[in-house]
């Protein structure tokens, strides 16, 4: 019946939804110790638009410790395991939901991605992840929310095992918001502009990209050259090179009005005493912090970054002409094939080694620009290979439509287990 498809697309689908998110009776945000009597009496707008398109929640999943970390475990939950090797890691902050989707235990599922939340869980998992343009879904409902600048940094979106149900789902999720989009706009892949660029340019903050993920990427190339006839451009793009920097001093920056940023470690004194990250250091060292070490880095480099306010300006104006780079570049037409992570899922408590990996993901988030992250079978280990599909400003229509392509070509998800 078109009058129940239009009104209710999700009918009876089951969803499941990241712990940082509100979900009525459910007891969200309990990554923190601080938190664990925490009850939802309501729902985030994203989480009640898809209920109210018929999707039926199933319950909520774990996430890192105030979803500021690329491994999801914290001092409420525990660790959650990647269901292609136990060993390794499903990524975060909406590592869960990752997880969850891959293991075919739900069918759908809401992440939110500051630094790449989305796209590392559903890199890891083998899953699709869609990060939206800025300020087109709403945040509201999830703790820690953003405030000042962050607000357009941070962007909730669908993570599913099928691309075709990335699209539906953020017309959803994003409700009026959607218009802003041009999702109805028929995309001919041959007129798509490809671009790929391989690494970062050798950041000494990231590891080198894996043999594997850039023979995924060059198969991906030589596919889109061979089957639609058109011409991948290799590009090199400088000031990528200093994603990490970038991001870190942008995400503390203060907004027009001059707000400063939420200090990541007053979130983590929320519902109990200022925290203190030396001592806090001190008191995990002899296993008597009720925090992770991950927090506790955060919180300490929080504090040095502050130190060089000069520094920091001059990153801020890096990114904003990065932005206006990335923007010409990609144009109406554009899409760019960029790596997701410079390593395949990692083996747990590794990140802690390589704690700026997530750079990037991170350095589109501070650029505003939509990127879908399409799986891309698996490697020889057998875990997830994939790829990042970003687009300029509003042009989420390219990096979905190329999604689905890419799935039909390489195969998209692979049940875990599956030899």
């Given at each position: 019946d078109d009058y129940l498809e239009e009104k209710f697309p999700f009918l009876g689908?089951?969803?499941?939804?990241?712990?940082?998110?509100?979900?009525?009776?459910?007891?969200?945000?309990?990554?923190?110790?601080?938190?664990?009597?925490?009850?939802?009496?309501?729902?985030?707008?994203?989480?009640s638009r898809l209920k109210q398109a018929g999707a039926i929640p199933l319950g909520?999943?774990?996430?890192?410790e105030l979803c500021m970390w690329y491994e999801s475990s914290n001092r409420v939950y525990g660790r959650t395991n990647n269901p292609y090797d136990l060993q390794r890691i499903v990524g975060g902050s909406s590592g869960g939901e990752g997880g969850v989707l891959a293991a075919a235990c739900s069918v759908i599922g809401v992440g939110s991605d500051i630094g790449g939340s989305i796209r590392m869980p559903a890199f890891f998992n083998g899953v699709f992840g869609h990060k939206p343009t800025t300020g087109v879904v709403p945040n509201d409902g999830q703790f820690p929310n953003a405030r000042g600048?962050?607000?357009?940094?941070?962007?909730?979106?669908?993570?599913?095992?099928?691309?075709?149900?990335?699209?539906?789902m953020l017309r959803v999720m994003a409700g009026p918001g959607v218009n802003k989009l041009k999702l109805n706009e028929k995309v001919l892949l041959e007129k798509i502009k490809f671009h790929c660029m391989d690494h970062d340019g050798g950041s000494i903050f990231v590891s080198p990209v894996d043999k594997e993920i850039l023979q995924a990427q060059k198969k991906v190339v030589e596919h889109l050259e061979g089957e639609l006839g058109v011409q991948v451009q290799h590009v090199t793009i400088h000031k990528m090179k200093y994603s990490f920097q970038i991001w870190s001093a942008m995400m503390s920056s203060k907004d027009s009005d001059g707000q400063e940023a939420q200090l990541f470690t007053d979130l983590l004194g929320d519902h109990g005493k200022p925290v203190w990250p030396l001592w806090e250091l001190m008191k995990w060292l002899v296993g008597m912090s009720s925090h992770t070490l991950p927090a506790i880095a955060l919180g300490l480099t929080e504090k040095l970054m502050k130190l060089n306010p000069g520094g920091n300006a001059k990153l801020v104006s890096m990114g904003k002409s990065l932005q206006e780079e990335m923007e010409a570049l990609l144009g109406p037409d554009g899409v760019l094939l960029y790596p997701s992570h410079p390593t395949i899922a990692p083996r747990h408590h590794s990140p802690i080694c390589m704690p700026f990996n997530f750079a990037y993901t991170a350095i589109f988030n501070v650029l505003g620009l939509p990127v879908t992250q399409c799986p891309l079978g698996l490697s020889s280990e057998g875990l997830p290979l994939g790829i990042q599909l970003v687009a300029a400003s509003y042009n989420d229509h390219l990096t979905l439509a190329v999604a689905r392509y890419l799935e039909k070509a390489f195969g998209g998800w692979v049940l875990p287990g599956k030899v």
């Open positions: 689908v089951p969803i499941t939804v990241k712990e940082a998110f509100s979900l009525h009776g459910g007891d969200p945000k309990k990554n923190l110790v601080n938190r664990r009597n925490v009850i939802a009496t309501s729902d985030a707008t994203v989480v909520v999943t774990n996430c890192s600048v962050r607000t357009s940094f941070l962007c909730t979106g669908p993570m599913c095992r099928y691309a075709e149900d990335l699209e539906p």
